[in-house]
């Protein structure tokens, strides 16, 4: 589409209930960020409330009609996608728009394919749009939805606003509020002549007289909507166990000690995980939403027969929403303890779906889906007016996402978090068989032999495999960190956009085979730059490190003093390097001899300093598995190493700017 066109969404598809947008950039440095925003108008163009404004900090609407789900790494970027349920979305919305933002200094000019797609409730591409003109705006409108009569339709608007997401807010009516969210919200004593204003649990606020409270009253400052409700969060830390010994094991909801075989491991796990999807109401809508599914009530059920010719078929699981007396379908097959998924089995489900009129088919493995690279291979009856949408959920997204509800942004009551807590101890125990990415493949001892034996030539489809399996232990490792974190932690592609992603891993593939290194950078939101990951098969090393950008103003020296003291808890062995522009390094040096005589990094000429990188070197294990000696589990090891001694020290380079609206605390 181009600026300022429209069309309506009934003409591209026969289901536009409910829409999926992706918002879309990428930049040269593969650290370009934006955060998505959704605003509901009505008539006159304004917010009915300030609860109409959807942001980073107020994701969801309570009726499901809108629904932010974070960003997922792209090839060449990243990409925010947000549901809109249009059947669920008030009376009184005529426009919908969608728009983001940057924070600080930054500006839309600094990124590169802004875009916007939209998708039907089945995945189908319905259309897209494309910035072309952004400069030093901080926010921008993408598009927006509006009512004509019955039918939805779509305009590009590509407008920009240089005053951030605040402007673009305070036009739409949003009372903007500037000040730190750091800012107690203590109550205010008043005197007798105040009024008191008191929060009804379903209504509007309350005003009443003064003289009906106590003697010294108590006035709140005006309330406005929070952008995030309190919650209910679990601790990480554990409160002290009242059991005499060390061998006494608290009882479990969901006890996993006991399962022997791989059948009785895919059965428990179906059946605890969709048993606390219908429960938890936050975490069932949380992994639904993303395979289109409505925001209603959902049910879930195991083993189901089914007909499928001479022999019913029994999937795994079904799941069923509903939602204004309409029924969505999804059924489910799961796999545990590495095992792969069957192409016979999920083509089976495929068909039967589409037959009775289901939408989905979810397959649930230990395995990490890539782009571009499904895992079964599927065929699709063309004839058939029906579309029913594959999707993949790898065992380690369902544990970053309890342990992000549970641990970070909070459930709906104590129960909730108390269950989303079990299912978390269950995913993570020894027997459970849900572990995620756990096996480089079979591919990988005979690469690494023949790097060794520099006998690997370019073009062998062994290295390709072993590429794809990095990538796929790379996002693993993103989703695990992220869900500790609580932050947004991505892989960052450096590839051109529109580039196939199987090409791109068949390059590194290739470099892989004259190098003998697998390397990847993962971004960590709220950290002054990106972490770099090297494994090194011909040395045996993995080396973890990150470039911190030299400050704006200030001396040399003070930089350098200021960076070892950051770093007074780092390990000896951390090796630092001046960066110092044009061609050539700068000077370096362990931890350990830097620490007495910091000046020591600065270049003794009148060399511009652009930064530090800082490094850690760690031996790498050599089996293909996640056992005590294996290369997996020595990258998980590597990387949290690094990050808890050496990037959780160093100051963030961008702090962001004050919320447009007040911030409410986790609980």
Not at 436 to 455: L, Y
Request: glycine residues 8%.
């Amino acid at each position: 589409m181009v600026k300022g066109a429209n069309v309506g969404l009934a003409s591209l598809s026969e289901d536009v209930s409910s829409v999926v947008l992706s918002l879309a950039w990428c930049s040269a440095t593969g650290d370009g960020d934006a955060d998505v925003s959704v605003l509901l108008l009505d008539a006159n163009g304004k917010v009915r409330s300030d609860a109409d404004f959807f942001f980073y900090n107020n994701p969801t609407a309570a009726d499901g009609s809108v629904q932010l789900l974070g960003k997922t790494p792209t090839a060449d970027g990243s990409e925010d996608r947000i549901t809109l349920d249009l059947t669920a979305m008030p009376s009184g919305v005529e426009r919908v728009v969608v728009a983001a933002s940057r924070y600080g200094d930054a500006r839309f000019g600094d990124l590169d394919d802004l875009r916007i797609a939209i998708a039907d409730r089945a995945g189908e591409a319905l259309l897209g749009f494309s910035i072309t003109d952004a400069g030093v705006e901080s926010a921008f409108i993408f598009g927006e939805l509006y009512r004509r009569g019955e039918e939805w339709k779509f305009r590009a608007v590509g407008q920009g606003y240089e005053t951030g997401l605040a402007g673009l807010a305070t036009d739409f009516g949003i009372d903007v509020d500037d000040a730190s969210e750091e800012e107690p919200e203590e109550p205010v004593v008043g005197t007798e002549s105040s009024t008191v204003v008191v929060e009804a649990p379903t209504e509007s606020p309350v005003t009443v007289p003064a003289q009906a409270a106590a003697p010294e009253t108590v006035a709140t400052r005006p309330r406005r909507p929070r952008t995030a409700k309190k919650k209910v969060t679990i601790p990480q830390t554990a409160p002290k166990s009242l059991a005499e010994n060390d061998a006494w094991r608290q009882a479990r909801l969901f006890p996993a000690s006991s399962l022997k075989n791989d059948r009785e491991r895919e059965t428990r796990a179906t059946s605890v995980l969709l048993s606390v999807m219908a429960q938890v109401p936050e975490f069932g809508r949380r992994l639904t939403a993303a395979f289109g599914a409505p925001a209603g009530r959902m049910q879930t059920f195991t083993e189901v027969s089914l007909p499928h010719g001479d022999t019913p078929k029994r999937p795994d699981g079904v799941v069923r929403v509903e939602r204004a007396g309409k029924l969505w379908t999804a059924l489910v097959e799961t796999k545990t303890n590495g095992n792969p998924l069957k192409p016979e089995q999920v083509q089976d489900y495929m068909d039967i779906a589409a037959r009775r009129g289901y939408e989905a088919v979810i397959t649930l493995s230990n395995d990490v889906a890539l782009e571009g690279r499904p895992l079964v291979d599927v065929k699709i009856d063309g004839r058939r007016k029906h579309k029913v949408t594959l999707w993949h959920l790898s065992w380690a997204e369902v544990t970053h996402q309890a342990q992000m509800l549970i641990r970070h942004e909070g459930v709906g009551n104590a129960a909730h978090a108390w269950l989303l807590n079990e299912l978390l101890h269950y995913l993570q125990h020894e027997n459970s068989g849900c572990h995620g990415f756990q096996n480089m493949g079979s591919a990988w001892v005979p690469v690494r032999k023949g790097i060794e034996e520099e006998t690997l030539c370019q073009g062998d489809q062994r290295a390709v495999e072993v590429a794809e399996s990095w990538e796929r232990l790379v996002r693993q490792v993103c989703l695990r960190l992220g869900g500790e974190l609580g932050q947004k932690v991505l892989p960052v592609q450096r590839a051109k956009r529109g580039t196939d992603p199987q090409a791109r891993r068949v390059a590194l593939a290739d470099s892989f085979c004259e190098n003998g290194r697998l390397n990847a950078e993962i971004r960590i939101d709220g950290t002054p730059g990106v972490m770099a990951l090297v494994a090194d098969l011909r040395t045996g090393k993995l080396r973890t490190s990150i470039e911190v950008p030299a400050p704006e103003q200030g001396y040399p020296l003070t930089w350098a003093k200021r960076l070892i003291r950051q770093l007074a808890e780092a390990p000896a062995d951390l090796h630092i390097e001046t960066l110092v522009q044009g061609e050539g390094g700068g000077p370096r040096g362990t931890l350990e001899r830097l620490r007495p005589e910091p000046a020591d990094i600065l270049p003794k000429d009148s060399s511009q300093i652009t930064g530090f990188r800082l490094s850690l070197l760690k031996g790498m294990g050599s089996a293909r598995g996640n056992a005590e000696s294996g290369f997996i589990r020595s990258v998980d090891d590597a990387v949290d190493r690094f990050y808890a001694n050496v990037v959780a020290h160093l100051e963030s380079r961008q702090a962001r700017g004050p919320r447009p609206v007040e911030a409410a605390t986790t609980g």
